[in-house]
């Protein structure tokens, strides 16, 4: 019997043990995660009002209840815990899909300030994750500056323009939802530092940001003259195409008076940020041009734009991971279709999948087709694999070193804990935002439950 470790229960994580289990009818596979929840950014990434998108939980669970899977949450592998040359001792393969766990940086002055974020931290909060802190995002905000323009950058933009009767029916924890209903944000700038034919967010997100209640939209016809993609449509995919389409059609409605106004530009490039009393007070650009080589240059002309909180949104980046080799240029483990490569030579029985494996780019389905690879090669190293080592009980070993995994059943009292507490908030389901609710939540598990 082959036994398998999946560091990781987010999509990557969830499809290498769905792969593992329909091509290999003997093996058992433990999906280990460090949060007592399973499935990753689908959980704690998605905005909230994406209801679709969260849906695709109840695929991954289907997996997750799969009789030769077991999830095994609150497990940190590495530095604090489980060491990996231990988690390797336990099983015959660990697949590592742990993602890319951090966000990459402006590198320009001022970008420490307090009410400097990385989107990723804002998502984070809104989201629930038990780290995440509640810095007090919004007090005293009256214009917000989001950098990037991606599919991220536009979740955080509608976040920050939605009102109470939008998120309340979503899953956001209560303090959360309480932050963002006394918000006074007026002014929203989406900023990006080239054009709107370049930008990467998807024409569905993009489409989100019009016609939402309360919240005017701006769009400057003179930086969409500035793109020569704008004007040669035809020479566009037609995903930027179509994301040009919406943006001249705003273009062309005169703003409507609304308490917010979200504004997308683009052709700025952030080069400070400004302090006023202590904190951020304004960004400012310097004015970019098309360089006629696919990229953009500079024109030494600057706008200050006023932001008491600005949230960087430029990407993902992978962090090293103890005991495996790194690549820092990427952000990446070095690998062969998924097989660690340490030294020029493949690592027995170590295998990552996900961005870990090939950066943070694709969607969630891209993670399918990725796995799936990584899955193969270790299946054909299973007979080596098998002949190595005969790993002992690995959830005795676990508890014995220190950790007190939370399994399915504890998971699902989470669910019960989370849905109990949207009833008595008149709400749906709402998320325990903590640590210790969380992990109390868990050990009710082996409580009886009320009728």
Not at 71 to 77: I, T
Not at 78 to 98: D, I, K, N, T, W
Not at 126 to 134: E, F
Not at 323 to 344: K, W
Request: charged share 25%.
């Amino acid at each position: 019997m082959l036994r398998v470790a999946v560091v990781g229960s987010g999509p990557s994580g969830v499809y290498t043990a769905q792969n593992l289990v329909q091509l290999d009818s003997d093996v058992r596979v433990d999906v280990i995660d460090r949060l007592p929840c399973p499935y990753g950014l689908v959980r704690y990434g998605v905005a909230p009002d994406h209801e679709k998108i969260k849906s695709l939980q109840n695929n991954l669970r289907t997996v997750l209840e799969h009789e030769r899977v077991r999830f095994l949450g609150a497990v940190r592998v590495g530095p604090g815990g489980l060491p990996a040359a231990r988690l390797r001792e336990l099983y015959h393969a660990v697949v590592y899909c742990v993602g890319a766990a951090t966000d990459r940086h402006l590198g320009i002055p001022g970008e420490d300030l307090p009410g400097s974020w990385s989107a990723t931290q804002f998502v984070s909060w809104y989201s629930a994750h038990p780290d995440a802190a509640d810095d007090g995002f919004l007090q005293d905000v009256r214009s917000a500056v989001v950098i990037g323009v991606g599919n991220v950058a536009v979740d955080v933009t509608r976040m920050l323009a939605r009102g109470p009767a939008e998120l309340s029916p979503t899953d956001m924890p209560q303090a959360a939802l309480r932050a963002l209903a006394a918000s006074r944000v007026g002014d929203i700038h989406m900023v990006g530092r080239r054009g709107p034919s370049q930008a990467r967010f998807t024409t569905k997100e993009l489409r989100e940001l019009g016609g939402l209640p309360g919240a005017g939209l701006l769009v400057d016809p003179a930086e969409l003259a500035l793109d020569p993609g704008c004007a040669d449509l035809a020479s566009l995919p037609p995903a930027r195409r179509r994301n040009v389409e919406v943006l001249r059609g705003w273009a062309q409605v005169p703003p409507e008076d609304a308490p917010r106004r979200i504004r997308l530009r683009f052709f700025l490039r952030p080069v400070e940020l400004l302090a006023d009393g202590g904190r951020v007070g304004a960004v400012r650009f310097e004015r970019t041009e098309p360089d006629g080589r696919g990229g953009v240059r500079g024109t030494g002309q600057f706008e200050d734009v006023e932001a008491q909180l600005v949230l960087r949104s430029v990407g993902y980046r992978g962090l090293p991971l103890e005991g495996l080799p790194f690549d820092a240029s990427s952000g990446t483990v070095p690998h062969r279709a998924g097989r660690v490569v340490r030294a020029g030579t493949v690592a027995p029985g170590e295998y990552v999948a996900g961005w870990i494996k090939r950066g943070p780019t694709g969607v969630i389905g891209t993670n399918r087709p990725c796995a799936k690879e990584t899955v193969l090669s270790l299946l054909d190293d299973a007979s080596a694999l098998v002949r190595e080592r005969a790993p002992q009980d690995p959830v005795a070993a676990l508890r014995a070193a220190g950790a007190e995994p939370v399994e399915w059943p504890g998971w699902q009292a989470i669910e019960r804990a989370e849905a109990a507490l949207g009833a008595s908030l008149g709400r749906g389901v709402v998320k325990l935002a903590d640590w210790g609710s969380l992990l109390a939540a868990a050990r009710s598990a082996g409580a009886p439950q009320a009728p």
